[in-house]
């Protein structure tokens, strides 16, 4: 039995084709004397590709159950991020492309719920919100704090982010790591 297109839901994973997808974008849209629609951009959990498809009724997908675990990032091994089971201690390798733009703002010893299927690690979730120190930004300019000014500032992950010009060397900064932009010095 397949999953109808009004239970889907944006961040969801479901089984299709034999693959698991997650809901990266989903719009529901039912007209006059048809059925229901779903326009959804699906992201393959295993590879990281996009896809995009139309579900129609009750297609051949069905939701997939995930269990959600604590996990410790301990270090990066090539183009691979280890993490760490907080309770039972086993390490799994998570490829660089399946983090995506989010993997730049991981540090040792950050917490990220894993989430498993079939006691196979598909999917790590990195906090919306993360503190960051500021490795190396260079000194504003006296004069230009008049208009919102920004300059680059690279923290201590390596990541690259735009700052405002009073922020210095060795500030704490607050970043949404969805979009990668500064929120506030702390």
Known sequence: MGLAVSEMRQGMVILHDGELYEITR??????????????????????????????????????????????????????????????????????????????????????????FHDDKLVKVDIPNFIQLEVATAEPGVKGDTVSSVEKAATLESGAVIQVPLFIRTGDKVKVDTRSGEYVERL
């Open 26 to 115: 989903y719009e529901h849209s039912k007209r006059g004397r048809g059925g229901a629609i779903a326009r959804t951009r699906l992201r393959n959990l295993r590879t990281g590709r996009a896809l995009t498809t139309t579900f129609k009724g009750s297609e051949n997908t069905e939701s997939v159950f995930m269990e959600s675990r604590s996990l410790q990032y301990l270090y990066k091994n090539g183009d691979e991020y280890i993490f760490m089971d907080s309770e039972r201690f086993n390490q799994f390798p998570v490829s660089a492309k399946l983090l995506g733009s989010q993997g730049v703002f991981i540090v040792e010893g950050i917490t990220v719920t894993g989430y």
